[in-house]
């Protein structure tokens, strides 16, 4: 693996693995345990949005979730507010941590309050959205070879790919995170000429975190379960 780029909620890298391993840990992002809010008890609601819109916003804030969690894992949020203008995601106190904390919930005109407790348990994405980690999503690393007057163009759209002179043709490397092919095969066609493609069997892949835990953690979490269930599988064949 080549780590290509890395953020707090972002890593991309190339790996040589494929496409087939690639789906199946990304489909089971949606196996990983996710910490998220389940119940919404409404006390006071002065807000201009139905008791139903405020606790779908609330249970779409993502919570910290850590490597302990298991199916029982569970807590509980409290929120009170009674100034007026907005009600954040900051004003949710109690266990688990919030991870951005201006998400804004609702709005309050002057003597107006909403009060709530939130409810939170352990989920997969398999089951509601609010449980998801993230996202990945990744594409063959290519080689592009076209005619030598596109260099200039290339370059100016994407500074950082990498093109290698061929005499009167460049080879433009497509592995880094912008896809440049796309790109590539549209300048050509445009002006009536060839753009040679050559796909590897080397990914890009990129993994998007939506805050509840790093991307690394989600990628590994999803391998865990994938192999858990895997050897589930070669059990049941070997009893067979």
């Known amino acids: 693996m080549k780590k290509i780029e890395k953020t707090e909620n972002t890593v991309v890298f190339s790996a040589d693995i494929s496409e087939t391993l690639a789906n199946s840990i990304r489909r089971y992002l949606n196996q990983?345990?996710?910490m998220a809010v389940d119940e919404v008890e409404i006390s006071r609601n002065d807000s201009p949005l139905y008791d139903e819109a405020v606790a779908h916003r609330i249970a779409l804030i993502p919570l910290k979730t850590d490597k302990s969690v298991n199916e029982k894992s569970a807590g509980k949020l409290k929120l009170e507010v009674k100034k007026e203008g907005s009600a954040y995601s900051q004003d949710l106190k109690g266990t688990p941590e919030i991870v951005y904390e201006n998400i804004p919930i609702t709005t309050l005109a002057e003597g107006q309050e909403l009060q709530l407790v939130a409810f939170v348990k352990s989920g997969k994405g398999?089951?509601?959205?609010?449980?998801?980690?993230?996202?990945?999503?990744?594409?063959?690393?290519?080689?592009?070879?076209?005619?030598?007057?596109?260099?200039?163009?290339?370059?100016?759209?994407?500074?950082?790919?990498?093109?290698?002179?061929?005499?009167?043709?460049?080879?433009?490397?497509?592995?880094?995170?912008?896809?440049?092919?796309?790109?590539?095969?549209?300048?050509?066609?445009?002006?009536?000429?060839?753009?040679?493609?050559?796909?590897k069997n080397e990914l890009v892949?990129?993994?998007?975190?939506?805050?509840?835990?790093s991307p690394e953690e989600m990628f590994k979490r999803s391998i865990e379960v994938l192999k858990k269930d895997l050897a589930l599988v070669q059990k049941g064949m070997d009893k067979a």
Do not use: W
């Open 205 to 213: 892949i990129t993994l998007e975190s939506f805050g509840q835990m």
């Open 126 to 199: 398999s089951e509601h959205s609010k449980f998801s980690p993230g996202l990945m999503f990744y594409r063959n690393v290519s080689e592009i070879t076209l005619d030598k007057e596109f260099h200039d163009e290339i370059k100016k759209v994407f500074p950082n790919v990498e093109i290698k002179d061929r005499g009167n043709k460049i080879l433009v490397l497509d592995n880094k995170k912008n896809e440049v092919l796309d790109f590539c095969e549209g300048i050509a066609n445009k002006r009536k000429k060839k753009a040679e493609i050559d796909t």
């Open 32 to 34: 990983v345990l996710v």
